[in-house]
Nanobody, 125 residues
Framework: QVQLVESGGGSVQAGGSLRLSCAPS????????VGWYRQAPGKQRELVAA??????????NYAASVKGRFTISRDNAKIMVYLQMNGLIPEDTAVYYC????????????????WGQGTQVTVSS
């Protein structure tokens, strides 16, 4: 059974930073793609960043709106996937979800099979 447990959301002022953490099940962490998605009120869910498993090079993909501000990374020792968010702006306010799939597809339009419960990020101006 695949599980994804997120943590690290909260409220921050514009320009601040937050780090989101995702604890995936071991097997999908090693073999699947893991990503962060977000959904703001009244908007469609969108890819924020995704990362392939180390076995296929650990390639990453980012939404254009977060490139240069957000960084996705894996910690192989802790079995964790992080999303470091710097330079936050009010438009980043959303529920952020960790998601994963056995199929390694980092395309922005791909919807993974497994999802966490989500964590709220609120950025005030």
């Amino acid at each position: 059974q695949v599980q994804l447990v997120e943590s690290g959301g909260g409220s921050v002022q514009a320009g601040g930073s937050l780090r989101l953490s995702c604890a995936p099940s071991l097997s999908i962490f090693r073999n699947g793609a893991v990503g962060w998605y977000r959904q703001a009120p009244g908007k469609q869910r969108e890819l924020v960043a995704a990362i392939a498993p180390i076995a296929v090079g650990g390639k990453t993909n980012y939404a254009a709106s977060v490139k240069g501000r957000f960084t996705i990374s894996r910690d192989n020792a802790k079995i964790m996937v992080y999303l470091q968010m710097n330079g936050l702006i009010p438009e980043d306010t959303a529920v952020y979800y960790c998601a994963a799939d056995w199929r390694v597809n980092l395309d922005t339009k791909y919807e993974p099979k497994y999802w966490g419960q989500g964590t709220q990020v609120t950025v005030s101006s």
